[in-house]
């Protein structure tokens, strides 16, 4: 096997870097939007954060395992985050020429992680 | 991205095309009283269900409206595809916006859209929403999810506003120069946003079941903001899966009471292609559809044609 299979991919990286965001989080509503924050929110969870909580992206707290831990619906996750116990990381779903719509935009709504 | 050029406030003040705002504040008895002057001639009991058709005639141009669901889940889209059929226009629309609000945009009876988002959950941008808002065809208040809460929640409460911290150190600010903020009156002297209570005229929402006196039930994981939407509004209507003499079940799931609704109607399959499980799921490979028509004119005027022109009936039959 030669060098580059083994170099990490620029996802992977990605993933890893957002993983880090969660760290020491302790038990908060992690909510990534898009794939890449959603597999760093459940590589941060399986590793370093094990207590973050983790929606099905509909209204449900869920395991590791995919599993039901709890009840979460809109007006509850509201109101942890006003709660401040809510960590949010998203991206844009459009960004126009001059790239600054990522800034203000909101999420890409009801992405399948929310 | 430039706002539309104001119209002044877009919250409350905007709602003064219509009478509903005075008949709200006859409150309590002047509701059914209310509704026997107008709508139905010669009047209708309360405990009959209505046609959508029938709910809305009792709407007008210029009115504020509320759509519960959020964004393509268990959204009123009989009661919307009903004011397709209707010449209303002119129409504020508050809502977690899905097809919903695509539909309404497409059609050009929405003026303005309150709102925090407009999607279609798996398609994460509502495409007709999206091409209006590029075309410069809407006008748009857009607010943090969590604002738009508030605003319900300080118009069920007749409040009028409640302080919240979304939309600090954010565009929304920006983007809604007549948001103010207010500071606290305690030791803490904090600022914080007043959000202006978001008063609606009507408010529609769909059920997966409902007795004919108003009371009305959910069976899937998430309420939504369906009871606050009701409550903000001078007037309530309910569309539902099924109409059943009592509600069965968990009394947690009952989120609706008859103080709160003004009218039921019964249409099956009535929030396709969006969610309402547990009764049915999206209708995925429709909304596919729906987005693909969104984005040509003329792939557009196609499927309205084959879809959007006739009555329920007719729609129903065609998406089977």
Request: proline share 7%; net charge neutral; with cysteine.
């Amino acid at each position: 096997m030669s060098g580059p299979v083994n170099e990490p991919t620029r996802a992977e990286v990605c993933v890893v870097a957002c993983a880090e965001a969660w760290r020491g989080d302790g038990a908060i509503l992690a909510s990534p939007m898009g794939l890449i924050p959603s597999l760093g929110a459940r590589l941060a969870r399986l590793t370093f954060a094990p207590d973050l909580l983790l929606t099905d992206g509909e209204a449900c707290l869920v395991d590791d395992d995919g599993r039901l831990e709890g009840w979460l619906p809109y007006a509850k996750v509201f109101t942890m985050l006003a709660a401040g116990r809510r960590h949010v990381m998203m991206g844009a779903a459009q960004i126009d020429r001059p790239a600054r719509a990522g800034t203000r935009r909101r999420r890409p709504a009801g992405a399948s992680t929310r | 991205m430039s706002e539309p050029s104001a119209r002044g406030v877009a919250w409350t003040e905007e709602r003064g095309t219509s009478d509903e705002g005075r008949r709200r504040s006859e409150g309590g008895m002047g509701r059914w009283v209310g509704r026997r002057q107008r709508g139905v001639p010669g009047g209708r009991p309360p405990g009959v269900a209505l046609t959508p058709d029938e709910i809305v005639a009792e709407l007008r141009d210029g009115m504020t409206i509320g759509i519960g669901g959020w964004g393509s889940r268990r959204k009123p889209m009989a009661l919307v595809r009903a004011i397709l059929r209707a010449p209303l226009k002119d129409l504020t629309i508050v809502s977690y916006a899905g097809p919903d609000v695509g539909l309404l945009v497409a059609s050009g009876q929405a003026r303005r859209v309150v709102t925090g988002f407009a999607s279609l959950d798996s398609i994460p941008l509502e495409p007709n929403f999206r091409r209006a808002r590029q075309a410069g065809t809407v006008e748009l208040t857009e607010l943090d999810e969590g604002m738009l809460h508030w605003g319900l929640l300080a118009a069920a409460h007749r409040l009028p506003f409640l302080p919240i911290r979304a939309g600090l150190g954010s565009g929304v600010l920006e983007v809604n120069p007549e948001l103010r903020t207010v500071r606290s009156p305690y030791s803490d002297e904090e600022e914080l946003v007043a959000m202006p209570a978001l008063r609606l005229d009507v408010a529609l929402v769909h059920m997966n079941r409902a007795d004919a006196r108003g009371n009305g039930q959910y069976l899937g994981p998430d309420p939504y903001f369906d009871d606050l939407f009701c409550l903000a509004a001078a007037r309530a209507y309910v569309s539902c899966e099924r109409l059943v003499p009592r509600l069965e079940g968990s009394p947690q799931t009952m989120l609706l009471n008859r103080a709160m609704v003004h009218g039921v109607t019964e249409t099956p399959n009535g929030a396709h292609f969006t969610s309402c499980v547990p009764d049915y799921g999206r209708d995925e490979a429709f909304q596919k559809r729906y987005a693909v028509a969104a984005a040509d004119p003329r792939e557009w005027r196609r499927f309205a044609a084959a879809y959007l022109e006739s009555d329920e009936a007719a729609y129903q039959k065609a998406v089977q």
